[in-house]
Nanobody
Framework: QVQLVESGGGLVQAGGSLRLSCAAS????????MGWFRQPPGKERSFVAV????????YCTDSVEGRFTISRDNAKNTVYLQMNSLKPEDTAVYYC?????????????????WGQGTQVTVSS
């Protein structure tokens, strides 16, 4: 089992940047595929990005491709989401996610482990 705690959210103007962090407990962090999801007000939670166990493979949804970068540091048990060129439509609660399977990290209904979420608000 793994516990996840996000940090780094906040209020930023359009065009600005934020870096989200997700600290994981436990000694088996490197055995999990890690990802980020987001949930705007009144909408369903949706996939943002995923990173493989060793960090070599990443994938981002089209709407953030080229602006967001996911990475991880297994020595620090932490996964990051660097968000640049933020837009008002990026406003959401961002959730860190962990699971054993790469495929599972694309569907919020299948993910086993979640953080509590961190609010990101982008003003126009």
């Amino acid at each position: 089992q793994v516990q996840l705690v996000e940090s780094g959210g906040g209020l930023v103007q359009a065009g600005g940047s934020l870096r989200l962090s997700c600290a994981a407990s436990g000694r088996t962090f490197s055995s999990y595929v890690m990802g980020w999801f987001r949930q705007p007000p009144g909408k369903e939670r949706s996939f943002v990005a995923v990173v493989s166990r060793n960090g070599d493979n990443t994938y981002c949804t089209d709407s953030v491709e080229g602006r967001f970068t996911i990475s991880r540091d297994n020595a620090k048990n932490t996964v990051y989401l660097q968000m640049n060129s933020l837009k008002p439509e990026d406003t959401a609660v961002y959730y860190c996610a962990a699971d054993a399977s790469w495929a599972t990290l694309f569907d919020h209904r299948s993910v086993h482990y979640w953080g509590q979420g961190t609010q990101v608000t982008v003003s126009s």
